[in-house]
């Protein structure tokens, strides 16, 4: 497979669990939802997004904003990706910030290993 970020595809326990890009929660978050057996590589993950915040900057701007917010995509890198005399249109810009943004999620959850909480401990 192309396309696959690297760490996942040797991952046994991402991609075994979660099977290519399909798990990325972020694809629900902007209402993408992958059936069954459909698999996504990184080109196709990017353009449905891409497609999807498309829309979102027409119709639902204001929940697209909160949403990149919630999801932690740096502000400054979202300003530059609306600066209208970016080449880069804006919606692929932030479609490439957000998915940038959960590959680095991914990574560090996968890097960093937090003991569970003794639930006596737990609030």
């Not at 991402?14 to 099977?19: L, V």
């Not at 959960?102 to 401990?121: F, G, N, S």
Request: hydrophobic content about 45%.
């Amino acid at each position: 497979m192309t396309g696959i970020i690297p760490f996942i595809q040797d991952d046994p326990y991402f991609y075994q669990t979660m099977g290519a890009l399909n798990f990325l929660p972020v694809l629900n978050d902007f209402d993408i939802v992958p059936t069954g057996e459909q698999q996504f590589d990184e080109a196709e993950v990017l353009e449905l997004l891409t497609k999807q915040i498309a829309w979102m900057l027409e119709q639902k701007t204001e929940f697209l904003f909160s949403l990149l917010y919630r999801l932690d995509v740096d502000e400054r890198l979202v300003r530059k990706a609306m600066d209208p005399t970016n080449e880069t249109p804006a919606a692929e810009g932030l479609a490439r910030l957000v998915f940038d943004r959960q590959k680095a999620r991914l990574q560090t959850k996968r890097d960093i290993h937090v003991e569970e909480i003794d639930p006596d401990l737990a609030w």
